[in-house]
């Protein structure tokens, strides 16, 4: 292509139209003067005549369209004729894909917006009729949002049970005595049971041992739904293992009574201080504030007779206090 002839292929340049007319007027044109305007060939207006390749000679403008035209509508008979076959073949594919969990619009891990997790949790549960898992770190009954959210899985909660499906839900020691955690129980009819550890992890629902529910980052924002079912296995076998070792919350083993004057929390504070966490750690750990956390820990130096934090984790370790929970627990 010359540098003048810089037009799209659909187009005809100045000097191809000038030669053209010269082709109509004269009736042919020589092959090295249309070097300047192939764009007459490309569109079929001139073609090498019988007698002598060396000249052209200029075809009807209806003719050469025609041709074009002809061409063209074969060109998307033919992608037509593809697009048919391509769909009968992935037709196939599809239905594989349907009876497959999870399919493409439904990943085998997919992360939710804050906005989507109840809804999301809520469309799950709808469907669910076999038992639901939880895991609750802490309740913060004191927070509008926490309260509406906890409204919303009342009734769906209640919709499950009613369905004749079981809810089981693990928490931390603390919550034992939670005003929230005591209403839910209170309001909630049929086969759900909770049970409470000293530690437990993060956030957690296992709906039908198909799909569960976790926190994707730490503000709480964001959730992934996960459907892959080996993750899902793994998830419900650590919470079994967990729930094996829980205590059942029931109203007369909620106000356990202390062992040599050691509390239950109190017991897990000095746990943790023996490993060396901090205040902060410690009442992140079991769920409680910094303050509360703070004044279990004086209860236990002025037994022990600590005057220090560092003097309080070895004379814990010296005390046995650990040990007897340990042969209170075996016997």
């Known amino acids: 292509m010359t540098e003048a002839h810089t037009h799209g292929p659909e187009q005809l340049c100045e000097a191809g ?7 109509l007027r004269e009736g042919r044109v020589r092959v090295k003067d249309a070097g300047n305007a192939p764009c007459l060939i ?32 074969e060109r998307i ?72 959210a906890r409204a919303v899985a009342l009734d769906r909660d209640q919709a499950l049970l009613d369905r004749g499906a079981r809810i089981r839900t693990l928490y931390q020691h603390t919550q034992r005595h939670s005003p929230a955690v005591i209403a839910r129980y209170e309001q909630l009819r049929g086969d759900v049971e909770a049970r409470t550890l000293d530690e437990v992890t993060d956030r957690l629902i296992i709906i039908d041992g198909t799909v569960a529910f976790i926190p994707a980052n730490e503000g709480g924002t964001l959730a992934l739904e996960v459907r892959q079912p080996a993750l899902i296995t793994y998830l419900v076998t650590v919470f079994d293992r967990l729930w094996r070792l829980a205590t059942p919350m029931h109203p007369q083993s909620a106000h356990q009574s202390s062992l040599n004057g050691i509390t239950a929390p109190q017991r897990a504070i000095a746990t943790l201080l023996i490993e060396g966490h901090t205040d902060a750690v410690i009442a992140d750990r079991l769920g409680l504030n910094v303050r509360t956390a703070r004044v279990h820990i004086a209860k236990l ?28 627990q075996r016997a």
């Open 42 to 73: 490309d569109l079929g207006l001139l073609q090498p005549t019988v007698e002598d390749l060396d000249w052209l000679e200029p075809i009807s403008p209806a003719v050469a369209l025609h041709r074009l035209l002809r061409v063209s509508a």
């Open 77 to 148: 008979a033919n992608e037509r004729q593809r697009e048919e076959r391509l769909a009968e073949t992935f037709a196939a594919l599809m239905r594989f894909e349907e009876r497959r969990t999870p399919t493409v619009d439904n990943p085998a891990i997919r992360v939710i917006t804050r906005k989507r997790i109840n809804p999301t949790i809520t469309e799950a549960m709808a469907h669910a009729s076999e038992e639901t898992l939880c895991v609750q770190p802490n309740v913060r009954y004191s927070d509008p949002v926490a309260q509406a």
């Open 17 to 23: 139209t000038n030669l053209y007319a010269h082709a």
């Open 301 to 328: 130096a002025a037994p022990l007779g600590s005057d220090s934090r560092a003097q309080l984790g070895y004379l814990i370790a010296e005390s046995g206090i650990l040990k007897q929970e340990e042969g209170s």
